[in-house]
Structure formats: structure tokens, C-alpha cells
């Protein structure tokens, strides 16, 4: 299974962009690169996910280098509220057709005032 | 709603006690997950079931179990067998097939072994 490598933690002020980065260089072709985030004691949510081609959805912005080694997610203009670890991860599709997803330690984004 | 619903929320138990975490979902997902997770650490696999009636060892299968007999549960047992069994459960549920296999997580299930 590929694995991701994240920053432990990052500052980012009020109303600035937060650019969280990731590697996973030992991705492969039909691996998909997911972000969640995971706000104190809950459950993680969903953000946004990509395989070859940048994307964007109302929440944030998933950049993919060429090489597919990796990514960088983007908050645009980071609140409060978007204090929380952020996980970067790979899905492996198995032969089952199903999906393995496993967490590394993430990055705990703090966004200061 | 749809959704995934963990109970209980809180759970105390004495050491040498079995103890079964409940997970239903009802949004039609083939595939269900158990993750546990430690104090500022990230999310490790338990248990996953991609069908009824399968399910596969994750990363730290050993003083857990599980079954899968209707598609909207996917209950865990923590067993005498674990030794730390102190953390918090979360459950997760996705399409099996599909482009996205995105994860839906419960509000998870925080286990204290006293």
C-alpha cells in the first residue's frame, strides 16, 4: 500500500490560504489521494479527493503534481473553524473491487486570529 | 437523514470484560469500516467488511471482532484478548464500487476499560 507522508503540524493566520502538503511517492497508478479532516473527538469529514487532475469543490482546492509523488490541498481563505488535523491518504482498489483506506498521523492545522 | 450512528457514545467497562460497539448505517453502503484511534494519533484500521457475511483484518485485527450479517450493521466486539483497550472507535461506511469510495464516519465510540 502506498503510504503519505505529512508535516506534523502548521500555522496559518485568519483569512489567509493554508497549503497543507503531502507526499506519497510510492503511489501508483489506480490510487486515488483523499483528504479528510478531523475536528477534536469527532469523526473525520470529507474534503475533497483526485487522482491525475487538480480539483476544486467548496471547500478547499487538491493540487497533483505531474509525477503523481504529491499533493497539496488548499484552504483558500482559512477561518477558526477550519482548526483540525488533515489527513492526506491513499485508496487502494483490491481485487475485490473494494477500497482499503489507511490514516497515517496527518497535519494539525492551527489558524490563529 | 442518512447516515452513520455509532452507540453508545461513552462506554466504561471493568478490565476482563467483552464489550460490543454498535454501527448501523442506512445509506445503502457495501462497505463498512471499524478504525481505532489513540490519544493525538492518527486513524488504524481494525476490521473491514466490503460484503454481508465477509469482512477482512486490518492493521490491528488481534483482541477484536466482527460481524456482518445484515448490509446496515457492522458491530465490534473488544475482547478480554485486548490488552489496551482504552481509545476511541470510529465506524465508516462507502460504496463498494464507484469512482469516489468516499468515507462517511460515525461521531465514533469512546471506550475507557477501568
Known amino acids: 500500500d502506498a503510504k503519505t507522508t505529512q508535516p506534523p503540524s502548521m500555522d496559518c493566520a485568519e483569512g489567509r490560504a493554508a497549503n497543507l502538503p503531502c507526499n506519497h511517492s510510492?503511489?501508483?497508478?489506480?490510487?486515488?489521494v483523499y483528504w479528510y479532516r478531523q475536528i477534536h473527538s469527532q469523526g473525520p469529514q470529507y474534503i475533497i479527493h483526485?487522482?491525475?487532475n487538480n480539483e476544486t469543490n467548496e471547500m478547499a482546492s487538491l493540487i497533483i503534481t505531474e509525477d503523481r509523488k504529491s499533493s497539496t490541498l488548499i484552504l483558500p481563505h482559512a477561518t477558526l473553524r477550519d482548526t483540525a488535523v488533515y489527513y492526506c491518504?491513499?485508496?487502494?482498489?483490491?481485487?475485490?473491487?473494494?477500497?482499503?483506506?489507511?490514516f497515517g498521523a496527518g497535519t494539525r492545522l492551527f489558524v490563529k486570529a | 437523514d442518512g447516515g452513520i450512528t455509532q452507540s453508545p457514545k461513552y462506554l466504561f467497562r471493568k478490565e476482563g470484560q467483552n464489550v460490543t460497539l454498535s454501527c448501523e448505517q442506512n445509506?445503502?453502503?457495501?462497505?463498512m469500516y471499524w478504525y481505532r484511534q489513540d490519544p493525538g494519533q492518527g486513524l488504524r484500521l481494525i476490521y473491514y467488511?466490503?460484503?454481508?457475511?465477509?469482512?477482512q483484518k486490518g492493521d490491528i485485527a488481534e483482541g477484536y471482532s466482527v460481524s456482518r450479517e445484515k448490509k446496515e450493521s457492522f458491530p465490534l466486539t473488544v475482547t478480554s484478548a485486548q490488552k489496551n483497550p482504552t481509545a476511541f472507535y470510529l465506524c465508516?461506511?462507502?460504496?463498494?464500487?464507484?469512482?469516489?469510495?468516499?468515507?462517511?464516519f460515525g461521531e465514533g465510540s469512546r471506550l475507557t476499560v477501568l
Open positions: 465508516a461506511s462507502s460504496p463498494r464500487t464507484g469512482r469516489t469510495g468516499e468515507l462517511f
Open positions: 510510492t503511489i501508483s497508478g489506480n490510487e486515488y
Open positions: 483526485g487522482l491525475k
Open positions: 491518504i491513499v485508496r487502494v482498489r483490491e481485487d475485490t473491487g473494494g477500497f482499503k483506506t489507511i
Open positions: 445509506l445503502n453502503h457495501d462497505a
Open positions: 467488511s466490503q460484503i454481508v457475511n465477509d469482512f
